[in-house]
């Protein structure tokens, strides 16, 4: 079986009712991003951050996948697929796809704040200030912020490096250390990205450009994956 590795971002999500990040200027919904998903702003106003995050908990929560993440998790019958994902809602998971790579942490987890390894699945569907971790430390959602580390991008690199086929869709690619990962495939391994306003991505041989959205190109595109590389 060939293997695809799957880079997605905000945009995927964007049809089934979530906000992307840097398509209204900066701000989600009305929260400045740096105030609200960096350590700095955790530090300055938890109350706020995990305001922030209890809405989108709850907003991922009611949202459903779309045709995009199940055309996703229908390539699993005829490739060995691995999305990375840079969202940090469960629609990949929803959709049915088993191999899922979270860059940037996962809404529906919580942790410690004195130990990033102290992670649990939540319960409910919010974190209160003063809910603590058994080591006595406040509770905070299981989210990489600016500012930290991406502890996942090791094990995403390798996966990107094998890939027969490499598949970016609904990322502007301005985040590092994630956008970067397009510079670990193999050159000879043909790279799509999909978007309905393309970011930049250095030229080079293999590299197709489709301008759509995820809802609509991806089953196309699963199609024809299916009929020409299986
Ligand atoms: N289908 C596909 N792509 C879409 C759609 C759609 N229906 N609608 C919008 N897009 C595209 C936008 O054109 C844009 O290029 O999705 C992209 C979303 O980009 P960002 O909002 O920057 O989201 P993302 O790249 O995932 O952000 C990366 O930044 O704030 C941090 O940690 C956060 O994981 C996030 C990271």
Same mark, same amino acid.
Not at 32 to 37: C, K, P, R, S, T
Not at 122 to 133: F, S, V
Not at 175 to 195: E, F, R
């Given at each position: ?13 964007? /049809? ?12 989600? !919904? ?6 609200? +998903? ?7 106003? #938890? ?17 459903? #996948? ?6 996703? +998790? ?41 130990? /990033? ?6 319960? !409910?569907? &919010? ?20 500012? /930290? ?9 390798? &996966? ?44 080079? +041989? ?12 991806? #089953?196309?595109?699963? /199609? ?5 590389? &299986?």
């Amino acid at each position: 079986m060939k293997k695809i590795v799957v880079l997605t971002g905000a945009g995927i999500s964007a /049809e089934s009712g979530l906000s992307t990040f840097r398509d209204a200027g900066g701000l989600w !919904e009305g929260y400045d991003i740096m105030e609200v +998903a960096s350590i700095d702003g955790w530090r300055r106003n #938890p109350a706020l951050v995990l305001e922030f995050y209890n809405m989108r908990r709850k907003a991922a929560y009611e949202a459903l #996948p779309n045709d995009g993440h199940k055309a996703l +998790a229908k390539l699993e019958k005829n490739f060995d697929v691995t999305i990375v994902t840079q969202n940090v809602d469960n629609l990949h998971e929803k959709a049915g796809s088993t191999n899922i790579i979270h860059l940037h942490g996962e809404l529906f987890k919580s942790r410690s704040s004195l130990d /990033e390894h102290l992670v649990f699945e939540m319960k !409910e569907l &919010e974190i209160k200030l003063g809910d603590k971790c058994p080591r006595g430390s406040q509770l905070r959602p299981h989210i990489v912020w600016f500012g /930290e580390a991406v502890p996942m991008l090791e094990t995403a690199a390798k &996966e990107v490096m094998k890939a027969d086929i490499f598949i970016v869709v609904g990322t502007s690619l301005q985040v590092y250390p994630a956008a970067g990962l397009i510079d670990y495939v193999d050159h000879n391994t043909p790279i799509y990205v999909m978007d309905p306003k393309l970011p930049y991505v250095s030229p080079r +041989a293999n590299l197709k450009l489709i301008e759509a959205k995820a809802a609509d190109g991806l #089953p196309k595109l699963v /199609e024809k994956l299916i009929l020409n590389f &299986e």
